[in-house]
């Protein structure tokens, strides 16, 4: 299916596995640049190639932890330096499989956890969104 984005570019946070993975696979298929994150490069660098391999379209690995705003700030301009712009934001990040004990009966939610899911899965897309605006 064609959805007109052949030649624009994308960065996905959360990109080397799961959904974020999956979303930039089917950008990547429609002839999408990618730029893919995460907090660890080997999972992100093998993810690229499998993507490189199956599409064709170029994919680049960086690492990036979303609840680091500086590294957010200086990530996300050099990406879209990589890709000569940026076009689109995938923001899909979050630890793998969720945080069980951030949510469930308000007597068991583990608050700490919640933070933490919060920071990564809100405050996070927040950051990068703002990283974004001026690209």
Known sequence: MDFGLKG????VTGGSKGIGKAIAKELA?????VVIVSRTMSDLE???????????T???????????????N?????????????HILVN???????SASAVGPIETVNEDDLMSDFDVK????????????PL
């Open 122 to 133: 809100y405050v996070g897309a927040l950051r990068c969104a703002r990283a974004s605006i």
């Open 29 to 33: 298929r429609e002839g999408v640049d």
């Open 92 to 98: 899909s990040g979050s630890a793998p499989g969720g």
């Open 8 to 11: 624009k570019h994308a960065l």
């Open 74 to 86: 200086s990530v996300i301009p050099e990406a879209a330096q990589q890709l000569g712009g940026l």
């Open 46 to 56: 093998a993810s690229a190639r499998e993507i490189e391999d199956e599409t064709g």
């Open 58 to 72: 170029r994919v680049i690995p960086m690492v990036l932890d979303v609840t680091q705003t500086g590294r957010v």
